[in-house]
C-alpha cells in the first residue's frame, strides 16, 4: 500500500495523462522520471486508474527494458548488445565491465554507485563498442578506455 506523500504523487501524475490515448506508457514515464523506477505499491493505483489488471501493467513495465522495479545506482552504464558492436569485441568488452563490477545485467554494484543496463543500439554502430555513461555515449571503446570510464564512475 502506498503511502500518503506517494499516493498524493500519483494523483498528480495521472490527473497530467488524463484523456489522454493510450497513456499507460507516458504514465510510467513519469512515474520513474519522479521516483527513479516504478515503484511495486504504484501498479496497483495506474491500474485501477487506467481500468486493468496489476498483471497488465506489470506485463508492460518488464517488457520494456527501460523501466526498473529498483532505483538504480548514482551512474548508469548502459553497454551496447548490437549486433554492430558485437561484431567488434562489444560482448567480452561487457562481459568483462560486469565481470570488473561484480553484477550481472541490470545490477547495481554492492555500493549504490553503478548500474549495467544493456542497450540494443546507440547509433554509433560505425564507432563500436559503444556505451553510454549517464547519457553521455562513447564510442570507440578498447579494454582500457572502460576501464578508465568505470574507474571514474567508481570514484
Given at each position: 500500500m502506498a503511502d500518503?506523500?506517494?499516493t498524493e504523487t500519483m494523483q498528480g501524475?495521472?490527473?497530467a495523462?488524463?484523456?489522454r490515448e493510450g497513456p499507460l506508457l507516458p504514465i510510467l514515464h513519469a512515474v520513474q522520471a519522479e521516483f527513479g523506477y516504478i515503484p511495486a505499491d504504484v501498479i496497483q493505483i495506474i491500474a485501477d486508474d487506467q481500468n486493468i489488471t496489476r498483471a497488465e501493467v506489470h506485463g508492460v513495465i518488464t517488457f520494456y527494458h527501460d523501466f526498473r522495479d529498483a532505483p538504480?545506482?548514482?551512474h548508469v552504464v548502459k553497454l551496447c548488445r548490437a549486433e554492430a558492436c558485437q561484431s567488434v569485441g562489444g560482448a567480452a568488452l561487457s562481459q568483462a565491465a560486469l565481470q570488473?563490477?561484480?553484477v550481472d545485467w541490470h545490477g547495481t554494484t554492492a555500493n549504490g554507485t553503478?548500474?549495467?543496463e544493456p542497450v540494443y543500439c546507440l547509433g554509433l554502430c560505425a564507432c563500436g563498442?559503444?556505451?553510454m555513461i549517464d547519457g553521455k555515449v562513447v564510442?570507440?571503446?578498447d579494454a582500457d578506455k572502460l576501464d578508465r570510464l568505470l574507474a571514474e564512475v567508481q570514484a
Amino acid at each position: 500500500m502506498a503511502d500518503a506523500a506517494t499516493t498524493e504523487t500519483m494523483q498528480g501524475i495521472l490527473a497530467a495523462h488524463k484523456g489522454r490515448e493510450g497513456p499507460l506508457l507516458p504514465i510510467l514515464h513519469a512515474v520513474q522520471a519522479e521516483f527513479g523506477y516504478i515503484p511495486a505499491d504504484v501498479i496497483q493505483i495506474i491500474a485501477d486508474d487506467q481500468n486493468i489488471t496489476r498483471a497488465e501493467v506489470h506485463g508492460v513495465i518488464t517488457f520494456y527494458h527501460d523501466f526498473r522495479d529498483a532505483p538504480a545506482g548514482r551512474h548508469v552504464v548502459k553497454l551496447c548488445r548490437a549486433e554492430a558492436c558485437q561484431s567488434v569485441g562489444g560482448a567480452a568488452l561487457s562481459q568483462a565491465a560486469l565481470q570488473k563490477l561484480g553484477v550481472d545485467w541490470h545490477g547495481t554494484t554492492a555500493n549504490g554507485t553503478v548500474t549495467v543496463e544493456p542497450v540494443y543500439c546507440l547509433g554509433l554502430c560505425a564507432c563500436g563498442p559503444a556505451a553510454m555513461i549517464d547519457g553521455k555515449v562513447v564510442g570507440r571503446l578498447d579494454a582500457d578506455k572502460l576501464d578508465r570510464l568505470l574507474a571514474e564512475v567508481q570514484a
